[in-house]
């Protein structure tokens, strides 16, 4: 799905990807009421649709070639739309060959292990598009916002506190070139929404009572660190969006443009990947030849000898 619009698929990058290299600054940089001219709601719906069709095939032949595999990393502030985005992106492809999953406060297990180790567990096989809705990235955001979390995770004495962030960055750098080495293709988008809009969508949830379930008391606490947890996104923007696995910072203040957006980016990295159904070879076409030519035999046999013909029953 290239975007149609005005406004291409093209220069959508252009603004989205954080550039390698380059420090940039999140709150002047990036705009998260941005809607590109030439996108309007109804046109964004209808490219949308068109895309999740046109996804599907990609997913279809991703899973028939089976030697890549696509890992989605959504991160975002509370509020952002990352449940809407997944279930208007995602809503075309087979869920057989997706697997989504939600990382909450690690469980006494997984706070025994390494902080990436159960991450490694729900990584998608060959074929497979896996979504993370949060990630390892709450390792250096929501643990940086409150390091007293760190002291749960029983870390040896010889590590670094004050370089432990960068540390993590490195790691992670090269967790992901490891997995695109080995066919696993990292897309990582924040879905970037405004302290009002979030404001906004809190309200809602509290008025609105088909959304109150949405609702949590530790949204409003969390809210309270707004400005730690920009800081702590702008430094890992900073240092992990690498050319190999590069951040996508998407607009999330207008619901349809961020899925337009998403869809977009998926639908064109699957495109590059150049993924087709598998050639079968000259010995499997005649073994399907022989089949097809028996199924045909078989429907234009006679009926057997102990076989009766089947009647038809009048009713009544």
Known sequence: MVVTTAFGYRELLEIARVPTGKKIDLRKDFDPGFSPPGWDKETANQRLE????????????????????????????DAAGKDG????????????????TSFKAPSSEELSH?????????????????IFN?????????TRVHPELLEKQN???????????KQRYEEINN???????????????????????????????LTLAEKNWKF????????????QYIDAYEDLFNHTSTPWAPWYIIPADV????????????????????VDYPEVSEEAKRELRLARLELEDEADAPPQQNEKPKKNRKKG
């Open 85 to 100: 985005t997944i279930k208007h992106v995602m809503s075309g492809v087979n869920p057989q060959g997706v697997n989504v």
């Open 134 to 142: 949060r990630s390892y990235y709450e390792e250096v955001l929501v």
């Open 114 to 130: 390494d902080y990436l180790w159960r991450i490694i567990r729900a990584l998608p096989e060959r074929g497979h598009i896996g």
């Open 216 to 227: 949590s008391a530790a949204d409003i606490r969390e809210r309270g660190f707004w400005d």
């Open 255 to 274: 619901k349809w443009g961020t899925r337009l957006a998403v869809a977009a980016i998926i639908y064109n990295t699957l495109a590059d990947l150049g």
């Open 155 to 165: 870390l040896p004495p010889n590590i670094d506190r004050a370089r432990i962030w």
């Open 175 to 205: 967790l992901e070139k490891y997995l695109v080495d080995n066919g696993i293709i990292v897309l990582k988008f924040f879905l970037n929404v405004s302290k009002e809009e979030q404001r906004k969508r809190f309200m809602e949830r």
């Open 50 to 77: 068109e895309g999740v069709q046109a996804l599907a095939e990609w997913q279809d032949k991703l899973y028939a070639d089976d030697r890549y595999a696509v890992l989605i990393v959504l991160q975002a502030l």
